[in-house]
């Protein structure tokens, strides 16, 4: 139940909306107040990214049989 | 064996049986009669002691897999046959049931059947001729029907995400291959989740088991991905991911499965089945996450990137601005041109038109003076006529305005005169108003 706080998307959305966001802003007929909106929308996807991808603690879980998961020690046995 | 120890077989074991020398010939004494069953029972103890587990190589002729999963076949050369069976046990390890005439070599031990007094191989282990034969055939047989389904196609490969937050596994909870796995993802990718399905990934009942975790993993809902593999291992070791039932479970998965199996010279069925083969759990780990490092080097320099963009359209637009400015100063310039070329024309006209009003105008404005001037009274006054006024200027215009004795003032032509009236008369045809 503790997986439902997700709400917030994901590092594969982020990124390719970056990915998107740049072609956009890169390309010729973008508005200056589309280019700025997309400005702001992409610094902010910079930020959470960066944030997730700092993280430095693998989390190895074991999947159930009821379909839930418990942690793991990735060195132990 | 050596051929020489069969001749001696009776002599050196009959003792345990209790037999006597036989007689060649029957005199005197009864002789002593064996039941069919000492005898066969004899002889099965004479082959299974006496002949060391041995190989035989030869053709295979006429197999049976009965519904226990023995196999009943024969053994054969161009010159003699030989009875051999393969109990379920050792059978059901057969990745496949040889083609007839399959040139194989067996492993096992000579034996009697007693029911029937027929001698044969009681075989533990059966190999097509040529290193992995009998796996390459099952092997073929499995990718000639996977193929048939269409589940090899290379339209079913479903692309791996760029960027998995979650990471299924499908391996031994204790091997090696998990390890590896753990290692890469952790120095690479350290902010992805591992949901390990652990499984046995060998002997027997390690396919079901495999395709169960894969089920497993796929309804939890969790990955993005999922590696499913082990290290290397020999082809028996490797065998459960050549089998059917770990193929479905990847193609029926609709999560994307990289397959990692051993080292990179075995390819297994579930290889050709995945979407993404890699050689080794390392680099299945490998290709299943980016490099995080280059990742974050790389959304480090994306702010300048936008805010780059963001200048050039703002440049942008402003050159573009002052483009449609000039475009519409040039626009009206050439718009106004007639018009001006004509005013330059028309303005001698119009000066030469002023003029000849103004004249025209001084001309009626003395007209309008002449007629002016002969409207005034002094005019008239200069001509000998004279304006009776009282004291506070009302004008005397009728007899009955004098009445006797009244005062009043005349205006001439250059002054007034003060004067008094002696009386009024009114003349006959006078009209007055």
């Given amino acids: 139940m503790s997986k439902h706080e997700e709400s917030e998307p994901t590092l594969e959305r982020r990124l390719t909306r970056l990915e998107e966001i740049l072609s956009r802003m890169e390309s010729d007929d973008v508005a200056l107040e589309e280019a700025l909106r997309l400005f702001e929308e992409g610094v902010g996807h910079v930020r959470a990214a960066e944030q997730v991808l700092s993280a430095t603690e693998l989390r190895v879980e074991e999947l159930l049989a009821g379909g839930g998961t418990r942690p793991i020690d990735p060195d132990g046995a | ?433």
């Fill in chain 2, 1 to 433: 064996m050596t051929d020489d120890a069969s001749l001696d077989l009776f002599a050196e074991h009959d003792e345990p049986h209790g037999a006597e020398a036989p007689a060649p010939e029957v005199i005197g004494p009864e002789p002593k009669v064996w039941s069919v069953s000492q005898v066969n029972r004899a002889v099965r103890g004479l082959l299974e002691d006496s002949v060391e587990p041995l190989w035989v190589g030869g053709e295979v002729g006429s197999w049976t897999r009965s519904r226990a999963g023995h196999c009943y076949f024969t053994l054969k050369d161009d010159k003699a046959q030989l009875r051999a069976v393969m109990f379920g046990r050792d059978a059901q390890l057969l990745p496949t049931d040889p083609d007839e005439g399959m040139k194989v070599r067996a492993f096992g031990d000579l034996t009697l059947y007693e029911a029937r007094g027929e001698y044969q191989m009681v075989v533990r282990r059966l190999e097509a001729e040529g290193a992995e034969g009998l796996w390459r055939l099952a092997f073929e047989k499995l990718r000639v029907q996977l193929e048939a389904e269409g589940l090899l196609a290379p339209e079913r490969k479903q692309p791996l995400p760029q960027y998995p937050a979650c990471v299924g596994v499908v391996t031994s909870p204790t091997g090696a291959a998990l390890e590896d796995i753990t290692a890469v993802l952790g120095r690479r990718a350290p902010w992805v989740r591992i949901v390990l399905a652990g499984t046995r990934v060998q002997g027997e009942g390690a396919a079901v088991e495999i395709a169960s975790a894969i089920d497993r993993l796929a309804a939890s809902g969790l990955p993005d991905v999922i590696i499913v593999g082990r290290g290397g291992g020999s082809v028996e070791d490797l065998w459960a991911f050549n089998e059917e039932p770990v193929a479905r479970a990847i193609a029926r998965c609709q999560i994307p499965v990289v397959s990692a199996v051993g080292h990179e010279i075995d390819v297994t069925i579930a290889d050709l089945v995945a979407d993404v083969r890699a050689p080794t759990p390392s680099a299945a780990a490998e290709t299943v996450v980016p490099d995080g490092a280059a990742l974050l080097h790389q959304l480090r320099r994306t702010p300048e990137r936008l805010g780059r963009s963001l200048r050039n359209v703002s440049t942008r637009r402003r050159t573009r601005v002052e483009e449609r400015l000039n475009r519409l100063v040039r626009a009206v310039d050439r718009k106004l041109a007639p018009v001006r070329q004509a005013l330059d024309r028309g303005e001698g006209r119009l000066e030469r038109r002023v003029g000849a009003l103004a004249e025209l105008r001084r001309a009626q404005l003395s007209g309008l003076a002449g007629r002016l001037e002969a409207l005034s009274p002094l005019a008239t006054l200069g001509r000998g006529y004279s304006v009776a006024r009282t004291q506070d200027g009302r004008v005397l215009r009728t007899v009955g305005d004098f009445d006797v004795g009244l005062r009043f003032l005349l205006r001439v032509n250059d002054g007034t005169v003060a004067a008094e009236s002696l009386g009024a008369e009114e003349s006959p045809t006078a009209g007055t108003k």
